[in-house]
């Protein structure tokens, strides 16, 4: 049993079998099925979810367990009660906590407190779950190993797990964001380490346009995460220049798909016509958050299908 709060819970390895995984319970939907039958999977939202929320809930019907949905306000980690003793209850009803929070220190103390594993649906810190899904999307385009990805925009979470599991990949990634929003130094260096052992890079940049030159794969997130709305005016001056338009899409490869973790502010980090591009693949992207979140909890329960 594992706890998946980081993409790097995963070795180079163990992310390629999770990712394979993923590929063959979306090509067949009979795998992994009943496989955990009697298992009880706590899905814990501090903040809103659309695709999360729904997918990683079909996800575990799937498996034959039962999804138990739980809301911060009923909770009240750290409020209510301290986290360590929300985690020590719930580990005697649950198998498998998943938990959405606002800070990646809950998930760190609810897996220290709890038996069961603990799974990041999204913190401050890291989205896991969202980079299994959008590595998924890339393999469908082509091998990841040697891949570019430009992510453009805010350095946040959502990037920082695609710099992760990219740099475990073997894939580039150029980051571009500017000054002040930086992705996070210490998941940089990390990023840049395990890239550099397994054959890829990791490079951040201020300058969006040299970032997505002859990219493979353009990726964008909301320059206002959940959490954040009071810096949103702010926010949208200083990240402006960043915006993913059409002509600069038109700068990455010609085959290049464009990628988004939705939901995604039109007119702010993109525009509608690359969302509604024919190499758009933001709704494979969605999609695949179901399959890869089978794949991970059947992983984290220790069931390698
Ligand atoms: N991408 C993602 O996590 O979407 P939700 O916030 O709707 O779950
Ligand atoms: N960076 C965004 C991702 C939403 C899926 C946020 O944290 O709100």
Redesign the pocket.
Known sequence: MSDFLSVTDLSADELAAVLDAARRLKADSSLGAGALAGKRVGLFFE???????VSCEVATVDTGAHPVVLKGDEIGLGKREPVADVARTLDRYLDVLAARVFRHEHLEEMAQHAAAPVINL?SDLE?PC?AMADLQTIAEHRALPGTTVAYLGDGNNVCHSLMLAGALAGMHLRVAAPPGFEPDAAVTARAVALAAAGGGSTTVTTDADAAVAGADVVYTDVWTSMGQEAEAAERKQRLAGYQLDAARFGRAASDAIFLH???AHRGEEVTPDVIEHERSRVFDQ?EN?MHSFKAVLLWTMGNRP
């Not at 903040?47 to 929320?53: H, L």
């Open positions: 903040k809103p979810s659309n695709r999360t929320r999204l989205h969202q973790c939705l939901p969605a958050r």
